[in-house]
């Protein structure tokens, strides 16, 4: 059987807030250092997914908290040696003092979680079919593919954690961020709406479906409510909204249509975006270009 090609909530989020970054990206190939917030978000997934993966294997039990730091350490200097999360220009040109500071914030969002989080979700197990066979996997960072048959692509992604609240299954998500997150953030995002759709579609969860977000919270002074927990809840309304975005993405993508973002609207994506340095040819730095 044909492979299908596959659509990501990380691509349809790109599509939409840049078509031109997302060919860039997705259809060039062309990969630039992410900044250094990103970097130490993935670096805080990787230790805080470790920590929750032993606890499914464990039957309940955490990693050692200093175990956590050092997978936390770990990851983010592996990010780094990848050239990840330093700078347009590149992994040289980070000194010392700033590598050391992206570690403490990657080890802080670990402790955060460590304390606020791991010990409060329940991940369990689930079976999956991969290659052809049925494999026991845990409930954290969990792939998932759902056949759109009537659509060029495909939907998959990777669940971050699935937990199990009075016996039904629900969707829990972290974000690192240095802002406190608007209330409404987890009844909007379309990762939401395609975690939950493959949760009702391949393990037979009925909507509503809670979908949470936990945020790990890097304000310059560490205070006592660096962790805020905003809930959401999805629908087969939400399901409905989300199949229309991926019709139109599908369509954008078989037609070569990559509409640029607009470098002067409000909260512009270009203000932080890793093309804006050459790759770009529709933004110019004001800094430097004068026309
Ligand atoms: S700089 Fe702006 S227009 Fe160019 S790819 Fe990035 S987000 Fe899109």
């Known amino acids: 059987m044909a492979f299908k090609k596959q659509l990501h909530v990380s691509t349809l989020s790109a599509l939409s807030s840049c078509g ?9 190939g062309i990969h630039r250092p992410r900044s250094p917030n990103l970097a130490v978000g993935s670096a805080a997934h990787k230790a805080n997914a470790g920590n ?3 606890k499914v294997a464990s039957k309940g039990k955490l990693l050692p908290h200093h175990e956590v730091q050092d997978l936390a350490r770990d990851a983010l200097n592996g990010e780094a040696a990848k050239g990840e999360g330093i700078s347009d220009d590149g992994l040289k040109k980070i ?5 050391g500071q992206l570690v403490d914030e990657t080890v802080r969002c670990a402790d955060i979680h460590y ?3 791991a010990p409060e979700v ?10 052809g066979e049925e494999i026991t996997v845990p409930d954290v960072e969990r792939p998932y593919v759902l056949e759109m048959s009537n659509y060029p692509f495909n939907l998959a992604g990777t669940i971050d954690l699935i937990d199990t609240v009075d016996g039904k299954k629900m969707i829990r998500d972290s974000k690192t961020s240095r802002r406190k997150p608007d209330e409404f953030i987890a009844k909007k995002s379309i990762q939401g709406t395609a975690y939950t759709m493959a949760l009702h579609y391949t393990d037979k969860v ?10 790990l919270l890097l304000y310059k002074n560490p205070s006592s409510d660096d962790h805020v927990l905003r809930r959401g809840q999805r629908t087969q309304e ?9 019709e139109t993405a599908c369509r954008m993508i078989e037609a070569g249509i990559f509409l640029a973002a607009d470098p002067g609207s409000f909260m512009s994506p270009c203000s932080f975006c890793e093309y804006r340095h050459g790759d770009c040819i529709y933004y110019r730095d004001p800094k430097t270009v004068a026309f």
């Open 95 to 99: 000194d010392a003092k700033k590598r």
């Open 238 to 246: 939400h399901e409905k909204g989300f199949i229309r975005m991926f």
């Open 52 to 54: 929750l993966t032993y």
């Open 206 to 215: 009925p909507y509503p479906i809670d979908f949470n977000l936990d945020y």
């Open 115 to 117: 304390h606020c989080v």
């Open 20 to 28: 031109w970054k997302y060919y860039l990206r997705y259809i060039k």
């Open 122 to 131: 329940n991940p369990g197990t689930s079976v999956i079919v991969s290659d």
